[in-house]
């Protein structure tokens, strides 16, 4: 549809249809609009997967590797078609947009919502995020770039205000979102946050650059609940608040546009961009749809995921194990079967099912091996749902929970089977006073057991009729995350007998503006740590090779929090480091969303991060394990070997403000400049062959704004195919103007045969020459040497060559 004739579409709208079609409907649908064939507009969270309009078990869903393990891909292609995956999930749910990428930077290893952000360097965020919102869009499906932007931490989200240089603005913060604009994503999100002294959804950043200089048409809508003003953020390129339908726009901004405040001009432009956004999706007139996507198998291309972002950080000739020479393989750790398939928050989904490492294991040596599991000492994982596999329905006895919604008199007013005893949205009826959750459990260890209570307001806990916990807990907090999917537990504790059922019975009664997200857990006591420990390292010692599975947990990484320290919770370290002292084909798997601190990793065979790595996780570590597919990952993010020793580290605002200090300098920028050496650098990554660079081709002079080519050689030098992902830096160490010592400017994969050499080229883009000048107001380039540098990490950098950027003439 043309910019004309969506023009006339809106010129048939009176300004009480323009205003209304500005605010949500619901919380995730738009208002349609019959004068002029608009349909409602469907969005869903992301990026991990399309979760659809309902938080409800039933309704399950694709579950995606998370978004750190994407950005460890360095693959455009696989990134694409992991989008397309998305795409096909949106429109099997009709879903219009898909709230994702999310293209904030991992400034802080702190960040609780690190897993779902790509990278710490803007030029790979960039290309894998405009990889997803063409894999997204190609299929008539929205992507959304969020969190617009410098929303890169957790900590009083909804109110800091971010203090960033306006050259790190630009060059780095801003460049993912430029990337996506280029790619042509149709929506933006803006975030609760502020920069430098004005909140997003008010931002002069939504106009320039985003709308006049990068020329974005699309949509900016913000994040759920961030407009929280009316005339100030109608007057900024702000064009949809979410959700709805209550709000500080509606009948307040309408006001606003009558009395003069705010022009009817800036109403026809939010109205357009709404419209245009509606006719790419094919909820305007008469829909010209993309063609399905085509029918992609998603166990199959998740499984393949897996070992896509898989990053093997340490390989003492451990790995991949040979079928043939295993006779027994221990496997260890809580996580081994409870993993962590994606991080906590806003964006999580309902999978099928999740494939864990135990179960992959098991599927891969079943009938060449024996496998024994040994869970360890306590991981420090808080108390889980209930659910179907320790729970009945005392009404049916169908595995899992009743839900019953009662009135102010006790009396059901409505009551259904759920699997789950995590109820963010149970149904709803008139008159509901209170929210019951009862499940009769059996355990199947004995001794004191803790359960919990989630919720707001009066929460009431029995166990077989004694009462663990009955109070009153008000709503503290305004983050919509905590309020409607996180809220806080509350725990009692009990003892019980081995095999004896106990009825659990809690009720939350409902309250205004306290949400109705309910939850109930229970968690058997927490073994010995020394026997659990014992043995664990018998088993290891009596196994022929052993994988510990550690990683963290839903209380030390998610959103609605940053993390307060990189160790492992529980006794996981001390696993790690006693189980390899007993066996030397000792294999670590982290499971981890972002950085964590391995104080063991020169003691273990290997070291393999397969970070949150959704349903397939299971099936895919196992294909790593024992060579069937090549651990494709190189890290994205820099990771030290302890938080004291991490150069860029605070979240923590003062009076209201958080300051970006280190300027240009974050991740492997800011380790280079302090000189500081960490665990592992920036774009390490090992794979199952040895590589060696044997030249480096540049062209001798470029010209500003012109991309060149850069060719480098390398040979196989191992025993089998594989892959490298080569990286080139540029550095300019006579600069007028600050610079990082040097920084990412491409990327390519390569593949040969043992003893072959290829030759991988990569194309460095214009910009990667470029700073932004802020007394110019403009882009500038610096004629003189630049020094280029190929290898594969940020510190592994054997090939060097200059070139000479001349004045354009």
């Excluded at 630009?170 to 946050?193: D, H, I, K, T």
């Excluded at 949809?240 to 500080?248: D, F």
Aim: overall charge negative; glycine content about 12%; charged content about 25%.
């Amino acid at each position: 549809m043309t910019d004309e004739e969506i023009a006339r579409l809106v010129e048939k709208l009176g300004l009480v249809q323009k205003v209304r079609l500005l605010t949500g409907a619901t919380t995730w649908r738009t208002h349609p609009e019959q004068a002029v064939g608009l349909g409602e507009l469907v969005a869903s969270d992301g990026p991990a997967g399309v979760r659809g309009e309902a938080w409800d078990e039933r309704r399950t869903s694709a579950l995606l590797p998370s978004a750190s393990a994407l950005g460890a891909m360095w693959d455009e292609a696989m990134a694409e078609r992991l989008g397309g995956l998305l795409a096909q999930e949106a429109r099997r749910k009709g879903v219009h947009i898909v709230l994702a990428p999310t293209l904030n930077l991992h400034r802080s290893p702190l960040g609780g919502r690190h897993f779902e952000c790509l990278s710490e360097d803007p030029e790979l965020a960039g290309r894998t995020g405009a990889a997803l919102v063409r894999g997204i869009q190609a299929h008539g499906v929205a992507a959304t770039a969020k969190h617009y932007v410098a929303n890169d931490a957790e900590t009083d989200r909804l109110t800091v205000d971010v203090r960033v240089g306006e050259r790190a603005l630009r060059e780095v913060y801003l460049a993912p979102f430029e990337a996506a604009v280029e790619a042509g994503v149709w929506a933006v999100m803006s975030g609760y946050n502020g920069v430098n002294g004005s909140t997003m959804t008010a931002n002069p950043l939504l106009a320039e650059p985003l709308k006049g200089e990068w020329g974005f048409d699309g949509l900016v809508v913000s994040d759920w609940g961030a407009v929280r003003t009316t005339v100030e953020t109608a007057l900024a390129a702000q064009d949809l608040a979410m959700p709805g339908p209550e709000g500080v726009w509606g009948e307040r901004l309408q006001r606003a546009v009558e009395c003069g405040e705010v022009p009817v001009e800036a109403i026809d432009d939010k109205v357009a961009r709404l419209l245009r956004l509606a006719a790419r999706v094919g909820a305007l007139g008469e829909p010209e749809l993309a063609p399905p996507p085509v029918p992609v198998r998603p166990r199959r291309l998740l499984r393949e995921a897996v070992a896509a972002g898989s990053v093997l950080l340490r390989n003492e000739g451990v790995l991949p194990f040979s079928t043939a020479e295993l006779g027994t393989i221990a496997v260890i750790g809580v996580h081994a079967t409870q993993p962590r398939s994606q991080g906590g928050g806003s964006a999580g989904v309902f999978p099928t099912r999740v494939v864990t490492p135990l179960e992959g294991i098991r599927a891969k040596l079943r009938g060449r091996a024996r496998v024994v599991h040994v869970p360890g000492p306590s991981a420090g994982t808080e108390p889980l749902p209930l659910d179907t596999s320790r729970c009945v329905d005392p009404r049916t006895g169908d595995p899992g929970v009743l839900l019953r919604v009662l009135d102010a008199g006790g009396r059901e007013l409505y009551g259904e089977h759920r699997e789950s005893g995590r109820l963010l949205e149970p149904t709803l009826v008139p008159g509901a006073h209170t929210v019951e959750i009862s499940a009769l459990l059996r355990p199947d260890t004995g001794g004191e057991w803790t359960f919990g209570i989630g919720g707001f307001g009066t929460l009431r806990l029995t166990v077989d009729g004694h009462t663990l916990i009955d109070d009153d807990f008000p709503r503290l907090t305004d983050d919509p995350a905590v309020v409607h999917v996180a809220p806080p537990c509350h725990y009692g504790r009990t003892s019980l007998t081995r095999g004896h059922a106990v009825h659990v019975v809690a009720r939350r009664e409902l309250a205004p503006d306290t949400g109705r997200a309910t939850l109930v857990t229970a968690a058997p006591p927490a073994p010995d740590p020394a026997a659990a420990l014992a043995e664990a390292v018998a088993a290891a010692r009596d196994a022929d090779a052993v994988v510990v599975v550690v990683g963290t947990t839903e209380g030390s990484e998610s959103e609605g929090y940053d993390r307060t320290s990189l160790a492992l919770p529980g006794h996981q370290d001390a696993l790690v480091a006693a189980v390899a002292a007993a066996n030397p084909r000792t294999v670590a798997v982290v499971n981890a969303g972002g950085p964590v601190e391995l104080p063991w990793r020169e003691e273990t065979g290997a070291v393999l991060l397969t970070w949150f790595p959704g349903q397939e996780a299971g099936a895919g570590l196992a294909d790593v394990l024992f060579g069937e597919a090549e651990p494709g990952g190189r890290l994205p993010t820099t990771w030290g070997a302890r938080l004291g020793d991490v150069p860029v580290s605070r979240t923590l605002p003062e009076d209201g403000v958080l300051t970006y200090e280190e300027g240009l300098h974050i991740g492997h920028r800011a380790w280079l400049r302090s000189g500081g050496r960490p665990a592992y650098w920036f774009g390490h990554g090992l794979g199952y062959t040895t590589w060696e660079y044997e030249a480096l081709d540049v062209p001798r002079a470029t010209r500003p704004a012109e991309s060149f080519a850069v060719r480098v050689r390398l040979r196989n030098t191992g025993r089998r195919t594989g892959k490298e992902v080569v990286q080139v830096y540029l550095a300019r160490p006579e600069s007028q103007v600050e610079r990082p010592v040097r920084w990412l400017a491409g990327y390519a994969s390569v593949e040969c045969a043992p003893g072959e050499t290829v030759t991988a080229e990569v194309t460095v883009p214009g910009r990667a020459l470029r700073h932004w000048s802020p007394d110019e107001q403009g882009w500038r380039t610096e004629s003189g040497v630049y020094r280029v540098c190929a290898g594969r990490s940020a510190a592994d950098l054997p090939l060097g060559a200059d070139i000479h950027l001349e004045e354009r003439r």
